[in-house]
């Protein structure tokens, strides 16, 4: 592990494209959402992370709220050439975490950017993304003003997540997009029907997030998470009743396959993430959350595993597509389709 580096994937293409570590890490459980948080381990598991190559940090203003994107400028404090930094605008919290909705209005975008610059003690962010888009807002008005951001060097590179086909031009017609953050793993693989291609005939890379299908395909969650973990809300289906021992079972044959090729399930189903970039034909580079060294170290591992025509086979035979119980999220409202 010492001394390895991950290698660089690109996400775009042409001027607006943007090189980054072929794994990153998303910073989000390290303030929210998945139990119990320990800030001083949160900035440990980054600065590992920078350490093992992993410089492709994800956060967003309403991690926290707003604490993820402290925390991340805290571990990247002097190291700041080494990250490739993408954070998100466009769910609205207040203070207290009282979600707000989704704003994707001009106004909004630059003083949210400003108060991310703030949080993170940086001058510019590398990947500035619209987290949700805002379906009262033409897509060309929030990202006219998020291309403002880029001619005022607030912003290098623009993303949006969650978005549709039909979004996703409206907003690469208005300034060139690189990239597209959405769920995908080996459970969730609706976006290759009809958003890669679109990906594809534009140029835009994916990010897929939640690629350990938000830890169950590492075979660490064997029950419903406590109360208090998001995971345990009805919000994530996946993760409740009949549903869950299904999803289990998938598992369970992920994880006889990766004893099979003397690796973990978890870094089974990052490799298979990493392999589809060459199946899609688009750059791929997945954010694998983490907040803890130890399974950071077990993801960037991933990496080195290589995955034969025959081992793909065998991962869609044991997780056919679809074959996943529940949806995603038990509430859809807020994603573009
Ligand atoms: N754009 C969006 O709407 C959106 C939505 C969700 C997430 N994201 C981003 O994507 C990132 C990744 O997604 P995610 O965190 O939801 O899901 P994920 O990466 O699929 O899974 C994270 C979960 O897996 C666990 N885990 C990670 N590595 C492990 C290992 N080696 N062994 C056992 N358990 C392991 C983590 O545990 P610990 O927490 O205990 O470390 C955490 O509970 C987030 O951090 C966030 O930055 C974006």
Known sequence: MEGMTLTTRTLGTGPTALDVSALGLGCMGMSEFYGTTDEG????????????????LDTADMYGPFVNEQLVGRAIA???????????????????????????????????????????????IDLYYQHRVDKT????????AMAELVEAGKVRHLGLSEASPATIRGAHATYP????????????????????????????????YSPLGRGLLTGAITQTPAEGDSRATSYFPRFQGEAL???L???????????????????????????QQDVLGVGVAPIPGTKRVRYLEENVGAADVDLTDEDLASLER???????????????????A
Request: hydrophobic residues 40%.
């Open 41 to 56: 381990q949160g900035v440990e598991t980054i600065q590992r992370a920078l350490d093992l190559g992993a410089t492709f």
């Open 318 to 336: 044991a997780v056919p597509r679809g074959a996943v119980a529940g949806e995603r999220y038990g509430d859809m409202s807020s994603i573009d």
């Open 137 to 144: 807002v033409p897509i060309e008005e929030t990202v006219g």
């Open 78 to 124: 002097g190291r700041r050439e080494e990250v490739q930094l993408a954070t998100k605008f466009g769910n609205e919290r207040a203070e207290d975490g009282t979600r707000l909705g989704v704003n994707g209005r001009p106004e909004y975008v630059r003083s949210a950017c400003d108060a991310s610059l703030r949080r993170l003690g940086v001058d510019h």
């Open 177 to 208: 997009i690189t990239a597209l953050q959405t769920e995908y793993s080996l459970f969730t693989r609706h976006v290759e029907d009809e958003i890669v291609p679109v990906l594809l005939e534009l140029g835009i890379g994916l990010v897929p």
């Open 249 to 275: 079972a998938l598992v369970d044959a992920v994880r006889s396959l990766a004893d099979a090729k003397g690796c973990t399930p978890g870094q089974l189903a990052l490799a298979w993430v990493l392999a």
């Open 245 to 247: 021992q299904t999803n």
